[in-house]
């Protein structure tokens, strides 16, 4: 946005955008992680705005010039550093590219990069890894030489993102928790889920949208109205049911998507956790870890033909 020119035209002085990048990076070499992190929600959220329909910064052909740019400069660096024999390209997005090389090889890759941050006026910031786990290029956990670990995408990452993203993921953070635990430490899924006694960490927020009039479950068998917002766990009751929203228009139900068949709901924390279903949770962990893996999780789907021959036999019988 700044070597290109490719600020949002509505902005009336890009030097002050360059200067906050400026001040953002020198907040990340001295460690100051509060004034790194906040400065990277107001540059990103800059960027961001070129591309939102109904902001002041709208400018969609500098927003897409930004990544399509992006994307170019990094594969020509690619380019370069794949000549080398021993150098595998792990990824690339538009911001970075991970790859792996001999230490032999490690002057010939640094004159490479070297040079191209001389020619193209970017500064590449550098983390060794010592393993990855990738499910693809937005989701994927980094540990680094120290034993630290970075976990990124929507599979892995909850509570509030460290640079201040206003969106709260909550739902199920043992799962994550779990996840990455098996990937970093090679601890079992199981060993992780049942440890936990904080009920809060296997709970799942059910929203439904303003569009929606109701939201309802069957206890027991029996209706139950519910709030439009709802604390919600995976019951090991089979009576209890999944919940449905309807629509303030059409009338018409639909199950509240990414929640478990039977489900617990709990507005008032008066439930412990020897009330929930602990295998639910095993079970999504490990769908979790299978997509990073790239095995197919089995489902079990109900046999639609069976059932509605045992209702035609059933109707059958009560006209006889």
Known sequence: MTI?????????????YEAMLERRMQAKRSGDKATNNALKLVANTTYGAMLAKWNDLYDPK?????????????????YHLATIPSVTIVQMNTDGIMYRYNVADED?????????QERT??????DYISKVVQKDVNNYIEVKADGSY???????????APAGAFNINNNFTIVPKAVIAYFTKDIPIEETINACTDILEFQMV?????KYSEVYHFADGEKVKCQNVNRVYAS??????????????????SKIPNLPRHCLIDNKNELTIADIDKGWYIKKAQ????????????????????????????????EV
């Not at 006026?121 to 550098?126: H, P, T």
Request: net charge positive; charged share 25%; aromatic share 8%.
């Open 4 to 16: 290109n020119g490719y600020c949002s035209r509505a902005i009336p002085n890009p030097e002050d």
């Open 62 to 78: 500098m927003g897409r010039s930004v990544c399509i740019s992006g994307q170019l400069y990094l594969l020509e660096l690619g």
């Open 108 to 116: 010939e890759v640094n004159a490479i990069t070297t040079e191209w």
């Open 121 to 126: 006026g970017f500064e590449l910031e550098r």
């Open 150 to 160: 970075k976990a990124k995408g929507a599979y892995l990452t909850r509570g509030i």
């Open 206 to 210: 059910a929203k439904a949208g303003g």
């Open 236 to 253: 090991p009751n089979h009576n209890d049911d999944t919940l449905y929203k309807v629509h303030a228009k059409t009338g018409a139900s």
């Open 287 to 318: 769908q979790y870890v299978n997509d990073y893996l790239g095995k197919r999780t089995k489902v079990k789907r109900t046999n639609t033909r069976k059932i509605n021959t045992i209702k035609k036999s059933i109707l059958s019988l009560l």
